[in-house]
């Protein structure tokens, strides 16, 4: 058999039948063509007696080209034509599944009469998380093959699956080790001449449940609960039930109307603006013009963590789960041991989570994951992660020590929310060797990992770290050097909005309501009591501005002739520190309690402040909260951009959809601002500001300016509007 590029169409006789198409990018519509006429010649061809369809490279199918759902000639229909083109062939059409089958890619699949699969294939129909459903029938033929409830997981919530879970559910009819294309024609060969009426999905009834009404109801309600404002695992659900209520045919009309709505409602746009960004975020470029494409990573087979405070544990945890061997760092036994006990915790409940995979973590061994206080056991390891608090004292001493014991080319990062990375370099004699590696809390859990180069950084050290991040299966993304980086740096407006917003009249509740409706997973404040209230405030006081350095006389509201709010101090200086004080922004059921409810303490706390600094409260509807927290945070990225501090807007909004709980249905804080328009933007921004002339963070961005009186073109081509590419990049 012959295997070229694509899905493969070939007969199980003497002639064969093959297609071309572009592989992991998608169905193209020259494989489509090439399928079509393969399965004609085969049905009008009588030596053959059976076909077979194969993908190329060891892969079936990544499905349709997601791009093509943005063009003007979408490929849809003809997808769909396809599959019922295939199951109603004449002779049996087997699958056979190596790699991956996903998509449309796997409604292919689902419109043969058998399927092989080879033992590490993976299988899902990911659409919904590309703001669309199965449109190639998928929706109707997969409860007829697998039944409701697993139908329903799989195209809710878009997951692979493996093979051998695909054969338990019924999804595939074999599952082999050796030649999957092989054992499909062996397969195609035993089932000639046998009926294929049984083996047509769309003739098959959907099997019934005791209640698929109620089923269906529940499933609705649970996935709107889940998506926040995301309309695709809804809309799966309807389609599903056509499924159950209406004959094949009417089901595919009404699949056809769900998946029209959601491919012209704005969120798959967004969601696969999503899926390229962060893919294009892999390519990363540093200044002297070091780029991915020219760097080389170094190998890393061991690590080790200082400080096993909560990110420390987390960081352990993900390096042991990636496989990598570690050395587990605290400054005396009395902190490792509680920090030894608080990993292995992590650990078991992650082995627990993995389940069958548990013992392939081996955390228990030594040579896996070791705990120690003496700094010597570092000498050997490809790569240290330092995750001591943020004390630039504290951090700069332990670089010192670090670049005297480990050998020279380990990789020494810094886990940093916002410290400066050239500072901690200058402690060390290998500024190159040095970068900011910023975890989100929970470090095991989260997605994102911001990588900070400094001046001195080098594209392997920086290439490392990407490395790094793929191994822990996050998504890294490089930016400069600069006070908060990109993330922490595009917060602090939009927290600050937040509070003046309560210095006016809001509340805590409100705000947190409108920005959870926006599709935040947390509004500010329940964020701010998640991550402790203590935490900013300790850096505003190592930064001057509060607590007894700042100057007597210094305004209450203002600091460096701006405005400033002293009400997240005051929460601070009442012991209020957020869910782990058990009171903050909210009150909690205990110390360390995570349900949150609105506290009268603090409605009159905020009610005694207004009337201290003589504000008289007004009602603040929720346009105004929206635009004067998002469009605050959106204007600070637009000078992350200008100074260079990263490539392009893709990179802010793939760190704000992992690391920052932004909605990804509405594509990131720059997409977003695409959306709406940046004329609007710019418009609502210079609004605002006139009303608060002493708010920096309102004042629109030069940069955002400039794109507007150029006609506001598309994101992508932003960046090439600034005059001169920052000399950070
Ligand atoms: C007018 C209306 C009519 C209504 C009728 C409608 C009918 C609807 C018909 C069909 C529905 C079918 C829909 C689909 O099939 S949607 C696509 C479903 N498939 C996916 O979502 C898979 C997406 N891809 C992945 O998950 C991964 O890429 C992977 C698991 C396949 C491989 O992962 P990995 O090895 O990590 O590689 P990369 O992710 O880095 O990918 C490499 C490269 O390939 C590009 N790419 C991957 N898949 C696709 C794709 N499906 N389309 C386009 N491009 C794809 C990816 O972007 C990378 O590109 P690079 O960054 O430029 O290298």
Not at 265 to 279: H, I, K, N
Not at 345 to 357: G, S
Not at 374 to 391: C, M, Q, T, Y
Request: hydrophobic share 40%; with cysteine; aromatic share 6%.
């Amino acid at each position: 058999m012959r295997r070229g590029r694509g899905l493969h169409a070939a007969g199980a006789g003497p002639e064969r039948y093959q297609g071309y198409g572009r592989g992991l990018r998608g169905i193209s519509l020259a494989v489509l063509q090439a399928l079509e006429d393969g399965l004609e010649k085969a049905d009008a061809d009588p030596s053959v007696k059976a076909v077979m369809i194969c993908g190329e490279n060891g892969k079936f199918s990544a499905g349709a080209d997601i791009r093509g759902f943005s063009s003007p000639n979408r490929q849809g229909p003809s997808l769909a034509a396809l599959v019922s083109l295939i199951e109603s062939s004449k002779k049996p059409v087997v699958a056979a599944i190596e790699g991956i089958a996903l998509g449309g890619g796997l409604e292919v699949a689902l419109g043969c009469h058998y399927r092989v699969a080879h033992v590490k294939a993976r299988m899902g129909l990911p659409e919904v998380t590309l703001g669309l459903l199965p449109g190639a029938e998928g929706t109707q033929r997969l409860p007829r093959l697998i039944g409701v409830p697993a139908a329903l997981d799989m195209i809710t919530t878009g997951k692979h699956i493996s093979a051998h879970e695909a054969l338990k559910l019924g999804l595939v009819d074999e599952v082999v080790e050796a030649n999957t294309v092989e054992a499909a024609m062996h397969l195609a060969n035993q089932v000639i001449g046998q009926p294929l009426g049984p083996r047509r999905l769309s003739l098959r009834p959907v099997p019934p449940l005791p209640d698929t009404d109620g089923f269906l109801r529940a499933a609705r309600l649970r996935v709107r609960e889940r998506a926040r404002g995301c309309l695709a695992p809804e809309l799966c659900v309807q389609a599903v039930r056509a499924a159950t209520e209406l004959p094949f045919s009417a089901g595919v009309r009404r699949e056809r109307e769900l998946f029209v709505e959601l491919l012209s409602s704005g969120q798959a746009r967004a969601l696969q603006y999503a899926f390229f960004a962060e893919r294009a975020v892999r390519r990363w470029s540093a200044p002297g013009g070091a780029a991915s494409h020219g760097a080389a990573p170094r190998p890393l087979r061991s690590a080790a963590v200082i400080g096993l405070g909560t990110m420390g544990r987390g960081i352990v945890t993900c390096l042991v789960k990636a496989n990598i061997p570690v050395v587990a760092l605290e400054q005396n036994l009395e902190y490792l041991n509680v920090g030894r006990k608080a990993v292995m915790l992590l650990l078991e409940r992650e082995a627990k989570k993995m389940e069958q995979d548990a013992q392939a973590l081996d955390f228990h061994n030594p040579a896996r994951l070791q705990f120690t206080v003496d700094f010597d056991l570092l000498r050997d390891v490809d790569l240290v992660i330092e995750a001591v608090f943020e004390d630039m004292a504290l951090k700069k001493e332990i670089f010192h020590k670090l670049s005297r014991i480990c050998k020279p080319e380990a990789l020494l990062c810094t886990n940093t929310s916002a410290l400066d990375i050239d500072e901690i370099a200058s402690a060390t004699s290998r500024p190159e060797q040095v970068i900011g590696t910023h975890f989100f809390s929970p470090a095991h859990v989260m997605r994102l990992l911001e990588i900070i180069y400094g001046r001195h950084t080098s594209p392997t050290a920086i290439a490392t770290a990407m490395q790094l991040a793929r191994a822990l299966r996050k998504v890294g993304v490089v930016v400069g050097n600069c006070f908060g980086f990109v993330g922490n740096r595009m917060m602090f407006p939009y927290v600050e909005q937040a509070v003046f917003l309560l210095e006016e009249g809001s509340r805590p509740e409100e705000v947190d309501q409108v920005l959870e409706d926006f599709g935040f997973k947390i509004g500010p404040f329940r964020m701010s009591d998640l991550a402790g209230l203590d935490v900013g405030w300790r850096s505003r006081q190592g930064q001057g501005l509060t607590g007894p350095s700042v100057p007597a006389g210094t305004p209450a509201r203002q600091r460096l002739g701006r405005r400033y709010s002293p009400l997240p101090d005051l929460l601070c200086e009442s012991g209020r520190f957020g869910q782990k004080s058990g009171t903050g922004w909210y009150r909690y059921e205990r110390a360390g309690g995570r349900t949150a409810t609105p506290d009268p303490g603090v409605h009159s706390l905020l009610a005694q402040y207004r009337h201290t600094h003589g504000i008289r409260p007004r009602h603040i509807d929720q346009e105004e909260i929206l635009e004067r927290c998002l469009f605050a945070l959106i204007n600070e990225g637009f000078a992350i951009l200008a100074e260079g501090i990263a490539a392009g807007p893709e990179h802010l909004d793939v760190i704000y959809i992992n690391g920052y709980g932004w909605p990804r249905h509405r594509g990131g804080p720059m997409f977003y601002a695409a959306t709406v328009g940046l004329p609007r933007v710019l418009a609502r921004l210079q609004h605002h500001s006139q009303a608060h002339p002493d708010v920096p963070g309102l004042r629109p961005s030069a940069f955002l300016e400039k794109l507007v009186a150029m006609g506001n073109p598309p994101l992508k081509e932003w960046m090439s509007y600034l005059s001169q590419q920052s000399p950070r990049l």
